[in-house]
């Protein structure tokens, strides 16, 4: 009866980080990321690389590299509009992201974050 409720003890603690784990391990579709970037239009504001009115891509995967959390951060960003400072020092609305499945703008969000 000891060794089982170690195994169970066990099993318990690692089960959240494998499930964790295998949801982040999912590919990255490269092209559907882009096609939404494009008609979301988030390309008007935001370069990969490059500054816009919005922070490049990649500034943005810098800042949020060792947030554990970057990724429903982003996913709420994208989807609730929230107000963005841009270049010109006024503050507007972000554009939200509300008619795409979650899956979709998941997607998006991770490419973002691989850049």
């Avoid at 169970?8 to 494998?18: N, S």
């Avoid at 784990?21 to 494009?38: H, M, Q, T, V, Y």
């Avoid at 239009?41 to 919005?54: A, M, N, S």
Wanted: charged content about 25%; some cysteine; proline content about 4%.
């Amino acid at each position: 009866m000891k060794n089982r409720s170690k195994i169970q003890v066990l099993l318990f603690g690692i089960l959240p980080l494998l499930a964790t784990f295998s949801a982040s391990a999912e590919p990255i579709n490269n092209d559907d990321a882009i096609k939404l970037a494009r008609s979301a239009h988030c390309l008007r504001c935001h370069g990969v690389t490059k500054k816009k009115e919005g922070p490049p891509y990649n500034v943005i995967a810098a800042f949020y590299k060792s947030n554990k959390d970057a990724e429903e951060v982003l996913i709420e960003h994208v989807t609730m509009g929230a107000k963005v400072k841009l270049s010109d020092g006024h503050k507007e609305n972000h554009k939200a992201i509300s008619d795409k499945s979650p899956e979709q703008v998941r997607n998006l969000v991770r490419w973002i974050l691989a850049q």
